[in-house]
């Protein structure tokens, strides 16, 4: 009787997200979160996967389509079930509680953590490229900026937003100076590398597939959005007007700084690039200005690292919520406006992780880590728009994804056609492919602990 009462003044004493952050936020947020280190790595990739300048074009154009029908798809699962939890949430009304549990466990030890890591391993690269700290330099540098950001993080939404906002307008600035070496080299009559002639477009390229896979990575990270369905000002309605605006945005952007590496490098210069971003800047700009890149970089990292930590904890915060066990976690501190234990859990989480990329590869091994979970549930949340019309048809939903179901398949299928080629990646075993199996393997301990505990996992979130 007296745990009862414990565990009820606790649930009762608990503070909840509340509606105080705007649409701009949200954009803001989304912007910084997916703008990170894909547009300077997957370029290269894209172009040489695309073999003409018009697919290389239309393959970011594609993937900024695609990301839009799953921002639909999300924004009627957010607008008719807001939480905190975002994905876990909309998991847990489709398929149950267990599901939406692996799904936590997965957010917490692979997918957000992960990805927190690889995130730092970039800015270690290329810091350490300027000031050298010898072979361990970018994992120390990567251990250095998540533990920064972590406890920058821990001081609140409501202390840190304007920098949060300052952060972000910087990454953009970045990848405008992209923009900005192109056109510089087109008002100096410099000769462009290439045809600029598209021409016509021709048959698909044989690699095509392959280059949507690098473009889709690059785009990867707006789903988390979600998490803040709970706390946007405008309402209902609110998240689905912020996910459109922010694929916009992206996609703009996108497309504005692969046609910059094509003016300034051409077709053939791009795709043999191992970092098209610092021979553009180099080319336009001379030796000295790669220091602007390395910052550009840098606050491109630092902003997604920043997102990944604040979507993050709001799902290991909402499984706290349902699972007494967990309610370590549980707690929003609502004078920061944050879950402030799980926000530190997903830094010190992040900080283990980086461990592992000192250990063997860093970015690349972490990529592997996280690439197969990621895909597979971002298609289960694809399935829950489907699953949850029919168990829930009278659901108030303020915004309706168009043409469904049409829309919903997509996304569930091209969701699915990523996980299957992350999954056959890791069946090929090269020196990479333990990273991949790794990351499965720590998936597979959540599915023990969903199959095995999960009578009482389940007793006590009735409870």
């Given at each position: 009787?007296?745990?009862?009462?414990?565990?009820?003044?606790?649930?009762?004493?608990?503070?909840?997200?509340?509606?105080?952050?705007?649409?701009?936020?949200?954009?803001?947020?989304?912007?910084?979160?997916?703008?990170?280190?894909?547009?300077?790595?997957?370029?290269?990739?894209?172009?040489?996967?695309?073999?003409?300048?018009g697919?290389?074009?239309?393959?970011?154009?594609?993937?900024?389509?695609?990301?839009?029908?799953?921002?639909?798809?999300?924004?009627?699962?957010?607008?008719?079930?807001?939480?905190a939890?975002?994905?876990?949430?909309?998991?847990?009304?489709?398929?149950?509680?267990?599901?939406?549990?692996?799904?936590?466990?997965?957010r917490?030890?692979?997918?957000?953590?992960?990805?927190?890591?690889?995130?730092?391993?970039?800015?270690?690269?290329?810091?350490?490229?300027?000031?050298?700290?010898?072979?361990?330099?970018?994992?120390?540098?990567?251990?250095?900026?998540?533990?920064?950001?972590?406890?920058?993080n821990?001081?609140?939404?409501?202390?840190?937003?304007?920098?949060?906002?300052?952060?972000?307008?910087?990454?953009?600035?970045?990848?405008?100076?992209?923009?900005?070496?192109?056109?510089?080299?087109?008002?100096?009559?410099?000769?462009?590398?290439?045809?600029?002639?598209?021409?016509?477009?021709?048959?698909?390229?044989?690699?095509?597939?392959?280059?949507?896979?690098?473009?889709?990575?690059?785009?990867?990270?707006?789903?988390?959005?979600?998490?803040l369905?709970?706390?946007?000002?405008?309402?209902?309605?609110?998240?689905?007007?912020?996910?459109?605006?922010?694929?916009?945005?992206?996609?703009?952007?996108?497309?504005?700084?692969?046609?910059?590496?094509?003016?300034?490098?051409?077709?053939?210069?791009?795709?043999?690039?191992?970092?098209?971003a610092?021979?553009?800047?180099?080319?336009?700009?001379?030796?000295?200005?790669?220091?602007?890149?390395?910052?550009?970089?840098?606050f491109?990292v630092?902003?997604?690292?920043?997102?990944?930590?604040?979507?993050?904890?709001?799902?290991?915060?909402?499984?706290?919520?349902?699972?007494?066990?967990?309610?370590?976690?549980?707690?929003?501190?609502?004078?920061?406006?944050?879950?402030?234990?799980?926000?530190?859990?997903?830094?010190?989480?992040?900080?283990?992780?980086?461990?592992?990329?000192?250990a063997?590869?860093?970015?690349?091994?972490?990529?592997?880590?996280?690439?197969?979970?990621?895909?597979?549930?971002?298609?289960?949340?694809?399935?829950?728009?489907?699953?949850?019309?029919?168990?829930?048809?009278?659901?108030?939903?303020?915004?309706?994804?168009?043409?469904?179901?049409?829309?919903?398949?997509?996304?569930?299928?091209?969701?699915?056609?990523?996980?299957?080629?992350?999954?056959?990646?890791?069946?090929?075993?090269?020196?990479?492919?333990?990273?991949?199996?790794?990351?499965?393997?720590v998936l597979g301990?959540?599915?023990?602990?969903?199959?095995?505990?999960?009578?009482r996992?389940?007793?006590?979130?009735?409870?």
């Amino acid at each position: 009787m007296a745990g009862q009462v414990q565990k009820s003044a606790m649930n009762t004493s608990r503070q909840t997200p509340h509606r105080h952050v705007g649409i701009g936020y949200v954009v803001m947020l989304a912007v910084g979160m997916v703008v990170g280190a894909g547009i300077f790595k997957s370029p290269a990739l894209v172009a040489d996967a695309a073999d003409t300048a018009g697919w290389l074009l239309i393959a970011w154009l594609l993937g900024g389509l695609i990301s839009l029908v799953g921002a639909l798809c999300y924004a009627e699962l957010a607008s008719a079930f807001p939480n905190a939890g975002g994905d876990y949430h909309f998991l847990k009304l489709a398929f149950g509680k267990r599901l939406a549990f692996l799904f936590a466990w997965a957010r917490l030890a692979v997918i957000n953590t992960g990805s927190i890591a690889l995130l730092g391993f970039v800015f270690g690269d290329y810091v350490n490229e300027a000031l050298k700290l010898g072979p361990l330099g970018p994992a120390v540098y990567a251990a250095a900026i998540v533990a920064l950001i972590t406890a920058f993080n821990l001081r609140g939404v409501k202390k840190g937003i304007a920098a949060h906002y300052a952060i972000t307008g910087l990454e953009v600035a970045g990848l405008l100076i992209l923009v900005a070496a192109a056109a510089w080299l087109a008002l100096q009559g410099a000769p462009p590398q290439t045809d600029l002639a598209l021409g016509p477009l021709g048959p698909m390229p044989q690699g095509f597939l392959q280059a949507m896979v690098f473009v889709m990575l690059a785009y990867g990270g707006w789903n988390e959005m979600a998490t803040l369905s709970a706390e946007v000002r405008e309402g209902r309605r609110g998240m689905a007007v912020a996910l459109i605006v922010a694929i916009l945005v992206i996609t703009g952007l996108y497309v504005l700084v692969n046609w910059a590496f094509w003016r300034g490098l051409g077709l053939e210069g791009l795709a043999t690039s191992a970092a098209p971003a610092a021979d553009l800047i180099r080319l336009a700009f001379g030796d000295a200005a790669q220091i602007a890149l390395i910052i550009a970089v840098a606050f491109a990292v630092i902003t997604s690292i920043n997102a990944t930590i604040v979507v993050g904890a709001r799902t290991t915060y909402a499984a706290a919520r349902d699972f007494p066990a967990l309610a370590w976690f549980g707690e929003w501190d609502d004078s920061r406006g944050i879950p402030f234990r799980a926000t530190l859990a997903h830094g010190v989480f992040g900080l283990v992780l980086v461990g592992l990329g000192a250990a063997y590869q860093g970015f690349s091994t972490l990529l592997d880590y996280t690439a197969p979970v990621f895909w597979l549930f971002l298609m289960l949340s694809g399935l829950a728009v489907l699953v949850l019309r029919v168990r829930q048809p009278d659901a108030a939903r303020s915004f309706k994804v168009p043409l469904y179901p049409i829309l919903p398949l997509m996304f569930v299928a091209t969701s699915a056609a990523m996980a299957w080629s992350a999954f056959g990646y890791v069946g090929t075993l090269d020196e990479r492919g333990p990273a991949a199996i790794l990351g499965l393997l720590v998936l597979g301990v959540g599915v023990w602990l969903m199959l095995w505990r999960g009578r009482r996992v389940a007793s006590e979130g009735q409870a």
